[in-house]
């Protein structure tokens, strides 16, 4: 090559080498200053990015992560030790995918966090569009949603879907620890947030405790007037554990169960059998000892909490081990199977996006090694 030094690493117009490389450069060229005069004019070609835009399958960016209860309850009580609820409004560790540090959410669509209320605190009144659903971890308190108290233990589910009026307090002798799963990110991208807080003080208890439980608890014996609910949400706002736990078990010993996730329960809303939430739906599923599930992806991303027993969850070929009171991630799309190597039934908690996925016609499901169908 000649001895000169090219500027930008363009050659010279007389050092023309090859005719049709050079026609190649020129191109390229043309058109890179044909893409930077669309950019001026606030458009782009869709032939750069076309298959970036639509790949063949989804690609998440979340990661598989399981975060142990030892770590989370440690750095809890700390946070308990240097910021009272009051301070804080909402004490909570948020549970955030390494992939997307900074962001505030679990999986691309779902918030999770870990809430911790002291004996004797309250956390203050306040509503807003995103709906939560609290999974309890440990402890004894209430959440009241809407003038109704919903007693709270360990397991036990109480929902605050999205526009209700919600506060908290621990009125037993221990922290009151729970899970937070909320559509924060959904809500997000849809800029359809709104907040109002509620003032400092206590929310009046307009109805009797667990008064919605009482009423619509038993999905086979409902009041007819629940036909007239038209909400999007449950009318029901607590699903106590010692329920959950006996269905459970009763549909484990039934023979029911699944080749992808054991024998699983969905939380429904009494009204209609749907999802608890219009963005969101829970699972409680019994993994017997000494079982391996089928490996399968949906396009749902998913938040799980162990609540007994052990196994490991292999995602996407990374194997997740878990134990009591953990809590791990599976992003959309990706294949997982569940392993209880274990003596001991396990059963976990678990929420996830799939309403959204269903109300748009994006539902997909698939066993593993699939390559088309569903
Ligand atoms: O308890 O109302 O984890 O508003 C995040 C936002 C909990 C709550 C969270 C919230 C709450």
Redesign the pocket.
Known sequence: MGNYKALDGARPTWDRGDMADTRAVTEAESRQQFYDSLADHSMAPLWTSLHDLLPEEPRSQAVPHVWSYDIVRRKLLEAGDLVSARDAE?R?LVLENPALAGRSRATERLYA?I?LVLPGEI?VP?R?SQA?IRFVIEGTGYTTVEGEQCRMSMGDLVL?PGGCP?D?GADGEDPLIWL?G?DIPIVEFMRATFFEALGDEPMPLTKPVNASAAAMGRARLNPPTIRGWDAAHSPLFLYPWTETIAALEALHASGQSTPTDGSILEYVNPVNGGPVLPTMACYAQLIPAGTRTDAHRHTPSAVYHVVQGEGTTVVDGRELSWSEKDTFVVPGWAVHEHVNESQQSAVLFSVTDEPVHRALGLYRERPAGQRRGG
Do not use: C, F
Request: no cysteine.
């Open positions: 909402r909570v966090g809430q956390a306040h807003h939560a605050t919600h908290h937070d909320l």
